[in-house]
């Protein structure tokens, strides 16, 4: 086990296969889950499962290979402006790896069904690290485009019923729409560019 500071401020603590649950430090206990000792037992069960019940092509080769040529670390964060995570950074060579959080239960029901789907399988992917942009978010408190005092072009939707739930590295942001379409918004540009349904976007 080793305990680290993060560049945002806060303590990392990182497990490695072998490691206990048991010698987490008490400030970051509460972030194992019954949902992160599952995937404990068995991370390449876990990451197996996330393949072959994938919402896309993608996103199913993606976890297949680190099933099964991939390594995995428990990382749990705990942030000094008091925001705390628990996921599974997964890595392998030659593809680009991610922090990948257990699904919360039960999902949200106002999702639309393929995002539904997706968060049943996990809690958010992050590609770029705890504190920075790049990823999928979890499942709640997902942010209206209404919310934004921007002046939208391109693909028409209702702002108050399209969401943000990612981010680009560069601050662009993943969108979706309540009857499940999904796509980008261009953080300079402000314009609405739709990729299809969600589960497109996704993958």
């Keep these: 086990m080793e305990i680290s500071v993060m ?4 303590t990392l ?10 010698a987490v430090p008490r400030s970051h206990r509460k972030l194992i889950t019954a949902e992160v000792e599952a995937w404990w037992a068995d ?3 876990a990451v197996r499962t996330i393949a072959d019940r994938a ?3 993608k ?7 680190m099933a099964d040529a991939g390594s995995w670390c428990l990382q749990l964060h705990k942030a000094s402006y008091g925001a705390m995570r628990a996921g599974f950074w997964l890595s392998c060579a ?33 590609w770029m690290g705890f504190g920075v942009a790049g990823g999928l978010d979890g499942p709640d408190g ?17 702002l108050a019923e399209t969401f943000v739930f990612g981010w680009s590295p560069c601050g662009d942001m993943i969108i979706y729409t309540a ?5 980008w918004l261009n953080h300079e540009s402000h314009e609405i560019c739709l990729l299809g349904s969600v589960t497109d976007t996704i993958d």
């Design 94 to 126: 030659g593809i680009r790896g991610a922090e990948v959080g257990p699904p919360a239960k039960p999902v949200a029901k106002h999702l639309p069904p393929g995002l539904a789907d997706y968060y049943r399988l996990v809690g958010y992917v992050d």
């Design 13 to 22: 603590v990182t497990l490695q296969q072998g490691d206990s649950l048991k």
């Design 55 to 57: 919402v896309s092509p």
């Design 142 to 158: 997902h942010l209206p485009l209404s919310a934004l005092d921007f002046a939208y072009h391109g693909a028409t939707v209702d």
């Design 7 to 10: 560049e945002c401020g806060g």
């Design 179 to 183: 009857d499940g379409r999904g796509g």
């Design 59 to 65: 996103m199913g080769q993606w976890f297949r290979r």
């Design 43 to 45: 991370p390449v069960h």
